[in-house]
T-cell receptor, first 113, second 114 residues
Framework: AQSVTQPDIHITVSEGASLELRCNYS??????LFWYVQSPGQGLQLLLK??????LVQGIKGFEAEFKRSQSSFNLRKPSVHWSDAAEYFC???????????FGAGTRLFVKA | DARVTQTPRHKVTEMGQEVTMRCQPI?????VFWYRQTMMQGLELLAY????????DSGMPKDRFSAEMPDATLATLKIQPSEPRDSAVYFC????????????FGPGTRLTVL
């Protein structure tokens, strides 16, 4: 069965610093991977997704993620964090031919001035 | 700008009362998902529909929760009777046909059961 682990419950970074949020997945075949962001009081919004091809995926708001099959990881990165990036970030995996997407527990990002 | 709408945005009710939450998926989307989010449990999938038919509602407490899609433009989630432990934010999301597709989330209904 597919599963997603986000090892960090919360992370604090300084504004302007780089960011990496970790995500590990478990799935037997090639997974379909997503990163969503949830700002306070709002629903989740897609940042980026990976299906196939180039393992470095660009998303909105300056985010990117890299798929590493050997490490079963799909880490999210941003070179310079802005205060408006403070939110909760969810990694998710979808199964080929299925309908259900499995979400990780989320990582809450705090940005300090 | 197509988006998922949910009503009400906030609901405060007393234990034992019936609660109905509504969701209008994005036109043309044929999958609809209901999630519950709490601090303790995170994001939990309650039920989902494809072409208005329920595919999986194993995440829902069957004795008090029910989910339906009376038509393609309306999904409902009902709790009867409500209990304080049902207090949470309930999200509806819609998408196209597969789990490989993006899910578009509504703003949520924040439910408080006293």
């Amino acid at each position: 069965a597919q599963s997603v682990t986000q090892p960090d419950i919360h992370i604090t970074v300084s504004e302007g610093a780089s960011l990496e949020l970790r995500c590990n997945y478990s799935y037997g075949a090639t997974p379909y991977l997503f990163w969503y962001v949830q700002s306070p009081g709002q629903g989740l919004q897609l940042l980026l997704k990976y299906f196939s091809g180039d393992t470095l995926v660009q998303g909105i708001k300056g985010f990117e993620a890299e798929f590493k099959r050997s490490q079963s990881s799909f880490n999210l990165r941003k070179p310079s964090v802005h205060w408006s990036d403070a939110a909760e970030y969810f990694c998710a995996v979808g199964a080929t031919g299925g309908f259900k997407t499995i979400f990780g527990a989320g990582t809450r990002l705090f940005v300090k001035a | 700008d197509a988006r998922v709408t949910q009503t009400p945005r906030h609901k405060v009710t007393e234990m034992g009362q019936e609660v109905t939450m509504r969701c209008q998926p994005i036109l043309g989307h044929n999958t609809v998902f209901w999630y519950r989010q709490t601090m303790m449990q995170g994001l939990e999938l309650l039920a989902y529909f494809r072409n208005r038919a329920p595919l999986d509602d194993s995440g829902m407490p069957k004795d008090r929760f029910s989910a339906e899609m009376p038509d393609a433009t309306l999904a409902t989630l009902k709790i009867q009777p409500s209990e304080p432990r049902d207090s949470a934010v309930y999200f509806c999301a819609s998408g196209l046909d597969r789990s490989t597709d993006t899910q578009y989330f509504g703003p949520g209904t924040r439910l408080t059961v006293l």
